[in-house]
């Protein structure tokens, strides 16, 4: 099998570029790819990077890369595929980039790893009340009747629902496995037989103790946990949220939350971060994250190994492992 080193040029935001390659992953890139790791295109109108861009073969791309229009690539005769180290490609990857026919890949697969992750923990800390637990423990100074605030509460047997059989709803399936807990997924494109009920959305939300969103951001998932949805929920229960901060229906969850009825733990909101006077902020119902659910600190390494394993197979004529395709798009994120 002939390898070759590919052109390759790193189009995204600087800073992105300093935290992603360097260390191993600088080194690994370096060795399979014709590429110079101190040149960044951050914006390729640049005279900087022209004479790479019009070389490229390959862009590696990740966070902060600017769109891929039919102008770039005009000036970008030789590029055949892009590697994107991060999550969904629709920022950056445009219509001229299909209509090319360029290969595309993406390193969602890894991004998926560390959401799963945190999606797990809440769950089992919303079954266990952690979050409500240490405040009144704090402002009580030890002073707590836990089998009256939490009687009927924990973790063994309750009802776990799972919106969406992306690959971060198939990896919280999965790290859900070893618990005692009854697992219901809702995803009208699933075909496939997950080990677990699959039910319809509105039973979902009746049956669920906790529910965790993982569909993508579409029109038609626009405000997918709407009042209604939210008021058929179980006196008690905690929605998750660490998709995107469309699909809730912010107002109306925020009403629940504050009637004390529902908790919630949310990574995403819409806008994202939320005005400087959302509710969100203070209700003692909601454990508000800035959007840390996804890959942050040493987990981009696992983004950029992957991206950089895309690469190496390109460089041998491999397919992507973890490629991207035009029809993909209608139903991802």
């Not at 219509?95 to 089992?124: D, F, K, M």
């Not at 919303?126 to 979050?131: E, I, T």
């Not at 390494?301 to 798009?329: M, N, Q, S, W």
Request: aromatic residues 6%.
């Amino acid at each position: 099998m002939t390898e070759s080193r590919p052109k390759t040029l790193l189009a995204m935001g600087p800073q992105t570029a300093a935290k992603l390659i360097a260390g191993p992953v600088r080194e690994r890139l370096v060795a399979i790819a014709d590429v110079d790791p101190d040149l960044v295109a951050a914006d390729f109108t640049d005279p900087a990077v022209a004479g790479a861009l019009a070389e490229a073969e390959v862009l590696y791309t990740s966070w902060w890369c600017p769109p891929i229009t039919a102008e770039v690539l005009a000036a970008a005769p030789r590029l055949r595929a892009i590697v994107h180290a991060a999550g969904s490609v629709k920022h950056h990857v445009t219509e001229a980039c299909w209509q090319r026919g360029l290969l595309v890949s993406s390193a969602a697969a890894a991004n998926a790893e560390p959401v799963a992750e945190y999606t797990l923990a809440a769950i089992l800390f919303a079954g266990k009340r952690v979050l409500e637990s240490a405040r009144l423990y704090r402002e009580r100074r030890g002073r707590i009747d836990l089998d009256g605030l939490y009687a009927g509460y924990g973790n063994y047997r309750r009802a776990v629902g799972i919106i969406g059989a992306s690959r971060i709803g198939r990896r919280v399936i999965e790290l859900l496995r070893p618990f005692e807990l009854e697992v219901l997924v809702s995803d009208p494109y699933l075909t496939e037989d997950l080990g677990v009920r699959q039910v319809g959305l509105d039973e979902l939300f009746e049956r669920s103790d906790v529910v965790s969103v993982h569909a993508p951001a579409l029109p038609e998932t626009h405000h997918l946990v709407n009042a209604a949805r939210l008021a058929a929920m179980r006196d008690g229960a905690t929605l998750i949220n660490t998709a995107r901060g469309a699909l809730v229906d912010e107002d109306a969850l925020i009403a629940e939350v504050s009637s004390g009825r529902l908790h919630a733990v949310i990574d995403v909101t819409e806008p994202d971060p939320p005005l400087p006077d959302s509710p969100l902020y203070d209700l003692p119902g909601v454990l508000l994250t800035p959007h840390i659910a996804g890959s942050l600190g040493g987990e981009l390494a696992r983004i950029a190994d992957l991206a950089v394993d895309e690469v190496a197979r390109y460089a041998k004529g491999l397919p992507f492992a973890h490629g991207v395709t035009v029809e993909d798009l209608a139903t991802s994120a």
